[in-house]
């Protein structure tokens, strides 16, 4: 059984960056398929970015040129860098792991973020 504690979450002014992290329990996590999601308040979860085992990575468009996943494997980590934040990423988001990069068996808790204006 995994286990995902995201970090670094807060207020954060409109233009503004933050660094989230997420760290595991498990040694193998260079393993898995990690990603992270985002929920909006009263909106359905959604994809943000997701990193291979080997690094490969991908991004949802809305966030794509400004957000950065990566992983530390040896750390048992991965981290999304997020820069010039908008309003509109304000959500909880939440890191993921799983077998491939359509299933993530494994959900942190999710840390918050707020973005103002």
């Known amino acids: 059984q995994v286990q995902l504690v995201e970090s670094g979450g807060g207020l954060v002014q409109a233009g503004g960056s933050l660094r989230l992290s997420c760290a595991a329990s498990?040694?193998?996590?260079?393993?898995?398929?990690m990603a992270w999601f985002r929920q909006a308040p009263g909106k359905e979860r959604e994809f943000v970015a997701h990193?291979?085992?080997?690094?490969?990575?991908y991004y949802a468009e809305s966030v794509k040129g400004r957000f950065t996943i990566s992983r530390d494997n040896a750390e048992n980590t991965v981290y999304l860098q997020m820069n010039s934040l908008k309003p509109e990423d304000t959500a909880d988001y939440y890191c993921?792991?799983?077998?491939?990069?359509?299933?993530?068996?494994?959900w942190g808790q999710g840390t918050q973020v707020t973005v103002a204006s």
């Open positions: 990193i291979s085992r080997n690094g490969n990575t």
């Open positions: 993921a792991a799983g077998p491939t990069r359509f299933q993530y068996n494994y």
């Open positions: 498990e040694r193998t996590l260079s393993t898995y398929f």
